[in-house]
């Protein structure tokens, strides 16, 4: 698995970087199933979606998982960036889940 990260709107500190890829890091687990030859992809963008907010939901956490026949796409505004990271890789790992769980029962059906 190989994670791509951009950020829009404020420079990408190296700390964070750090902080989104062992967040993202963890679904590994969860799309090994399809990640032949490291061929599947994560690009996950972080920015700052507003530039003279500074109050309520301002930043923006996105990623994108290509997976073979799939792209599972989720997207989290919060007013803290970690903690839309944090979300945002909940609710992929949920979604990924799902997805398992529609090819298994469609292998077994």
């Known amino acids: 698995m ?5 950020a829009k709107g ?3 500190t190296t700390s964070l970087q ?3 890829e062992e967040k993202m890091m963890s679904l590994e687990k969860y ?3 399809w990640d032949e030859n490291d061929s599947v992809i994560v ?3 972080v ?5 003279h907010h500074n109050k309520g939901e301002v930043f923006l956490a996105e990623a994108n998982i290509d997976l073979p026949k799939h792209l599972v ?4 505004t919060d007013a803290d960036l970690h903690a839309a990271v944090d979300v945002l890789k909940d609710r992929m790992k949920n979604e990924l889940l799902k ?3 529609k090819e298994d029962s469609a292998i077994r059906g």
């Open 47 to 51: 920015a700052k979606n507003t530039k």
């Open 31 to 33: 799309v090994s199933r």
């Open 2 to 6: 190989r994670i791509q990260i951009s």
């Open 10 to 12: 404020f420079e990408l």
């Open 73 to 76: 796409r989720m997207e989290v």
């Open 43 to 45: 690009r996950v963008e």
């Open 18 to 20: 750090q902080f989104v």
């Open 99 to 101: 997805l398992k769980d």
